[in-house]
């Protein structure tokens, strides 16, 4: 959710963006709270957009995300196209068990991913979200 330039704005009004950035082995997920996190996964990547933040921001960021309760940041090493590797945050999940989206939740993250200009394959990954999901018995 937090792709989209509006609702950061709205979120955060200090925020500013700094450029796209990859998670190298993670992967994007939908919890059975029916919102995103990421998890380690070999082989994977997980696109996504790196805000600078002031202290304010990030202290309502937390707010809104429920933190440490239903998020937790966590610093990661994210890749970019113009700074290269760059220390930041992410939120996530205190629970990664696999689940459906709530109701328009996807739709939303899809829009900031186009917004963004993610990679196409990338998009139709986090679009499959909306089909059902299969588990094992």
């Known amino acids: 959710m937090n792709l989209c330039g ?5 979120r955060c009004p200090s ?8 998670l190298i082995e993670h ?14 996964a070999l082989g994977s990547v997980v696109h996504g957009a790196l805000w600078k933040l002031t202290c304010a921001d990030e202290q309502a960021l937390d707010a809104f995300e429920g933190a ?4 937790r940041q966590r610093r990661v090493t994210v890749e970019t196209p ?5 220390v930041a945050f992410a939120y996530v999940a205190t629970n990664s068990q696999i689940g459906r989206p709530r109701p ?5 993250v899809l829009a ?21 999901r299969m588990s094992a018995a």
């Open 15 to 22: 925020a500013s963006f700094v450029c796209n950035a990859r």
């Open 82 to 86: 113009i700074a290269g590797c760059v």
């Open 27 to 40: 992967r994007f997920i939908i919890t059975t709270r029916g919102v995103s996190s990421i998890v380690p």
């Open 6 to 10: 509006a609702v950061m704005r709205q």
């Open 112 to 132: 900031g991913a186009i917004e963004r200009e993610l990679p196409n394959n990338y998009i139709g990954e986090i679009a499959s979200w909306s089909a059902p």
């Open 68 to 71: 440490p309760i239903f998020y």
């Open 104 to 108: 328009g939740y996807l739709d939303a």
